[in-house]
């Protein structure tokens, strides 16, 4: 039985971590967003062990992180490949960066060359605790090997999600043009995934290219208009612009999508610093 019989692709799914500022320096949400998690699904071919793994990882992470490294020391092959990978899910869970990416990175350096598709999501995963940990360098290394097994394995879904980690990474490095053309494959890859849109969007408006900026975060606001996050920057692209009407509008909405959260607050200070701006 092989690793892609166990396990089904890796859904790695990333979301926006917008902050406060002051209009319009807002941090970099790209740079400074936490690395997402990479959750597994298991097909009717599963490992019982692994099941039992993932649900414990719900439940207590430490108890799964330690079942997980006696499992590594105690099997080879697959099963030690599974042991790793999750390891770096529990890893993942405690924010224990620099662990989740060696182990994802010995699960994937333990599957077969064969199993190229596999090794993609491995190596897809290690990159992004890397980016975790704050090591730019070693997740563009890591991204770079997994695109390759990506291309490889013919694992298509994964190329847009790499193209956006890489871009996250140059971004950290302040390497913003081979940022936004990672974060363009990566849209061109997924061009219906309104957050890599958004993300776009947002370096974009911070390069100064505010007509692309507009055009990505109107298409981030059609694929999901109940997204506040979307709402905040559309207001943040639109003062820039010049469109103070535009931005209050975009701003209210985020306040009124999301009532009570970061974002909502967020919005409400940039109302309040248009509110205290005299008219010229």
Known sequence: MTLSTLILP????????PSGGAIPDV???LANRPAREAPAAITANKSPWLIDCLEMLEEDAARAHSQAQIRRTETAGTDRVLANHCLGLAATRLGR???AQSAFTAARDETPANEAA??????AMAGNAALGGN????ALALLAAARVDAVSGNARELLGLIALDRGRALVQLD????????????RDARPDDAEIRLLLATLLRRTGNLGPAQSEIEAAATLAPGMAEVALEAGVIAVLGGREAAARQSW???IDLAPGTETAATASSYIGQLDATPES
């Open 252 to 254: 209210q909405s985020a």
């Open 118 to 123: 596999m090794r993609a999501r491995f190596g």
């Open 175 to 186: 390497r913003m043009e081979d940022a936004t053309a990672e974060l363009i494959a990566a």
């Open 135 to 138: 090591d730019a360098d070693s």
């Open 27 to 29: 941090p970099d949400e």
């Open 10 to 17: 890796l859904l790695l799914q990333v979301g926006p971590n």
């Open 97 to 99: 960066w620099s662990e």
